[in-house]
């Protein structure tokens, strides 16, 4: 008999069999079966709409494609990872799309302007995200207005402040060949490889410790073969994407060549590690998780409960931040449009599509990248098909709507189920 018992951000399974695929896979059906679905909606939504957009577009498979996808939705994922943070907590922050445009133009005017370098214009931005998080979340926690309307009026707010910014509609072209490269440029083939070798290892040594540590606790941990079978996984999958991303892409390989791993697919990268490692290893991550699942429990149990919402709106801003330098770095240039538009949306959506509950207490920094290839995989998809931005926005706002719903009826099952 199998027993599935779920802790804040994660499930600890205990069986009395002996550890083994068979057992695992039974626990994650028992799991699914009680409302904890995590990520599968997402990657069987991914797999399918990757299949139905290679059928109907075979250029939708290429090299060049494939490439377009990581840059394409990268501004969008880096925001919602910064989301997750908010959501966990049952907040939202509709001001994140206009915030990374605030924070995009505060790069651009220090670059252009000031002739400041380029790591000091960066700083610049994140910084003043990390001062918009400040505000937002001040007036949430100590002042106590709901995170609606604080963010409902920093989305009005920030609009016109990008304007400020940009003189009333100036398109500020950006020409620092660092910043351009973030979204434009790729790693060398070699060093696409070696990072391909970093995070297969990196994964495994993870995984292996994971084990070792719960086995010297006397808890159930993977079975090696399971470990392995992951392992395995994830080696075939990234070995084939770097693979791909290796081709050269270019029309005209003489004139100049397209070879590599964009060097933004890293930075998601290390952003996710680091941010995944705060929330499922420090009593800060735990804390977040205990708040979103019952405020005043958290409260009575000691957790400084105003502190940590504010350190939320702080982490989704500097986010916000950072998906506006890219997002300034794929258009080499800002505008009173950048971070406007369906970006807040798309964001949102990308969070929740990946797994994170808008009641909070449920959610990886993982379910953000998630559902940003999801989001990517739809907006690209659909205009290879010929597809307007009315079918885009209907078949987002569906799909969204879908993992809204998923996620309504999995907590009424997990409350039924008696694991919440």
């Known amino acids: 008999m199998i027993k599935v018992k779920e802790l804040p951000g994660e499930a600890i399974v205990t069986a009395t069999?002996?550890?083994?695929?068979?057992?695992?896979?039974?626990?994650?059906?028992?799991?699914?079966?009680?409302?904890?679905?995590?990520?599968?909606?997402?990657?069987?939504?991914?797999?399918?709409?990757?299949?139905?957009?290679?059928?109907?577009?075979?250029?939708?498979?290429?090299a060049g494609n494939f490439a377009n996808l990581f840059t394409q939705g990268a501004a969008v994922t880096l925001i919602a990872m910064g989301l997750v943070f908010v959501l966990l907590l049952g907040e939202i922050d509709l001001s994140a799309g206009f915030a990374s445009g605030v924070c995009a133009a505060v790069l651009a005017v220090t670059l252009t302007s000031m002739g400041l370098p380029w790591y000091v214009c960066a700083l610049a931005a994140i910084l003043t995200g990390v001062i918009i998080g400040t505000v937002l979340g001040t007036l949430v926690a100590k002042v106590g207005i709901p995170s609606f309307v604080v963010t409902l009026a920093a989305f009005l707010a920030f609009q016109g402040l990008v304007l400020v910014l940009v003189d009333?509609?100036?398109?500020?072209?950006?020409?620092?060949?660092?910043?351009?490269?973030?979204?434009?440029?790729?790693?060398?083939?070699?060093?696409?490889?070696?990072?391909?070798?970093?995070?297969?290892?990196?994964?495994?040594?993870?995984?292996?410790?994971?084990?070792?540590?719960?086995?010297?606790?006397?808890?159930?941990?993977?079975?090696?073969?399971?470990?392995?079978?992951?392992?395995?996984?994830?080696?075939?999958?990234?070995?084939?994407?770097?693979?791909?991303?290796?081709?050269e892409r270019s029309r005209n390989p003489l004139l100049v060549s397209l070879t590599g791993v964009p060097i933004v697919v890293p930075v998601i990268l290390v952003l996710l590690v680091v941010w995944t490692v705060i929330l499922r290893r420090t009593a800060f991550g735990r804390h977040l998780y205990a708040v979103g699942g019952n405020t005043e429990a958290a409260r009575r149990a000691g957790i400084p409960v105003d502190r940590l919402r504010i350190s939320a709106f702080v982490i989704c801003s500097s986010m916000a931040a950072i998906g506006g330098i890219v997002a300034a770095s794929r258009a080499s240039s800002v505008d009173p449009n950048t971070g406007g538009s369906s970006v807040l949306l798309y964001a949102v959506g990308a969070a929740v599509i990946g797994g994170t509950s808008l009641f909070g207490g449920k959610g990886r920094v993982l379910d953000a990248v998630l559902g940003g290839a999801v989001v990517a995989v739809i907006e690209n998809g659909m205009g290879l098909m010929g597809y307007g931005a009315s079918v885009k926005y209907l078949v987002t706002g569906s799909v969204l709507l879908l993992a809204a719903g998923v996620d309504a009826l999995a907590r009424k099952r997990a409350a039924a189920a008696g694991l919440r």
Request: net charge positive; aromatic share 8%; proline share 5%.
């Open 17 to 62: 069999q002996a550890p083994s695929i068979k057992n695992s896979f039974r626990a994650y059906i028992q799991r699914v079966r009680g409302g904890d679905m995590g990520a599968l909606p997402a990657v069987l939504g991914l797999v399918v709409l990757c299949a139905v957009f290679a059928v109907a577009r075979p250029s939708f498979v290429t």
């Open 168 to 247: 009333e509609g100036t398109n500020i072209s950006i020409r620092d060949t660092v910043i351009v490269a973030i979204a434009n440029k790729n790693l060398p083939p070699w060093l696409g490889w070696a990072l391909y070798a970093v995070c297969v290892a990196g994964f495994a040594a993870v995984q292996l410790l994971r084990a070792r540590k719960r086995a010297k606790r006397g808890l159930v941990a993977d079975p090696m073969s399971l470990i392995a079978f992951r392992v395995g996984t994830l080696a075939v999958l990234a070995g084939a994407a770097v693979f791909v991303l290796n081709l």
